[in-house]
């Protein structure tokens, strides 16, 4: 789908939603439905109360439509991580299963949640140190509650590559159609994206291709500024591209739109509110079956003001406000799902870091939100 930028910038609006009007009528991997609140705050926000690291990446997924799987920090760790230094242990922490029906929170093992997808999880943790004074490092997978434990990859072994958005294990090096161009990872059955030439020759202004595993490519109509990432929502069956706010970043300044990848390789659309993107410039997103559930999680205000930082669901023109501060994790890995939030196999339900007052102090833990709240 191809928009023109060769207007006004009014007229160029305007031309934008009448062709993104009129790609509402083919059949689409998802649909919001039901009713969208009336104002600000309109939904329970259930807390773990479990403390979680602020500033390293905290992985946290569904292994159902009530149970949420994170990373948790254990008695005694400090909340700021920093950089690993020589003789750190490696995969510090704890894995906590937090029922969010029930309220109930177990630890489930010690580490750190690796990947989690359907009920399948994998773990790293140290298991002790060697003779030689080695951490000796361990991974639990397999089905939740039936996993094999066994010692993690080393020098040697058979090349593996594990699929970055399902957790599927596969045999042989990861797929690399072209090593001189930046590529991030779809589903093994997808392909990959590519951004174009590494290096002094890359530009922001590049269209981005999929790259099929068959060879086939597929020239998508956006540019690789447009796309800083790719992050699948397994309910909808679709690919997120855009995670971070650019339309502030041009000058004459653009609407903001959120590309939509689907499988098959068609690229939609789905315009902000002016409202909203006027406003707000750094965003995570992810599908919620009411609407997208946006997270501006304040980066750049570590001093706390929390502005308009927060979480809005967003449809259409209407945008509701659903809590404040920092939602989600500080740096977003562009290669793979972990954005500090996740959203249950329903479509539902929302699970997300979040902490309030000074970034760097504060507590920061695993709350969730149901946007499906009162059907």
Known sequence: MKIACTVYS????????????????????????GPFPSGNYPFTVKGSGVEVQIDTDTKLEWLDDERVIFTALSPGQPRLQGKPTPGQMPYAGRVMVWNTRTGEVKEYSPGRLWCSYKGYVSIFYTAGVSADGKYIIRVRSGQFGHE??????????????????????????????????????????????????????YSATQPVSVIRPDGTRI???????????????????????AQLRYGGFI?????????????????????????????????RVVLTKRGLFVANDGVGIPAGNKGESGAYLIRGNSV???VDWYVGNEHVDSRGTHRGIAVSPNGCKVAFKHGEGLRYTTSHTIKMINVCEGE
């Open 320 to 322: 509701a406000r659903l």
């Open 10 to 33: 009014a007229l160029r609006t305007l031309f934008i939603c009448l062709i993104l009007a009129s790609t509402t009528s083919q059949v689409r991997a998802f649909e919001f439905e």
């Open 251 to 283: 000058s004459p300044r653009e609407p903001d739109t959120l590309p939509i990848l689907y499988p098959d390789g068609r690229l939609e659309r789905y315009p902000l509110p002016a409202s909203y993107w006027q406003r707000n410039e750094t965003s």
């Open 148 to 201: 094999q434990d066994k010692p993690a990859w080393k020098t040697g072994d058979p090349k593996l590559h594990a699929d970055v958005h399902t957790c599927a294990i596969n045999d042989g090096p990861t797929f690399n159609p072209d090593p001189s161009h930046v590529l991030l990872h779809l589903r093994e059955q997808d392909g990959v994206l590519d951004f174009g030439p590494k290096g002094k020759s």
């Open 219 to 241: 020239e998508l109509p956006i540019k690789a500024r447009e796309a800083q990432g790719v992050w699948w929502n397994d309910w909808a069956g679709v690919y997120l591209l």
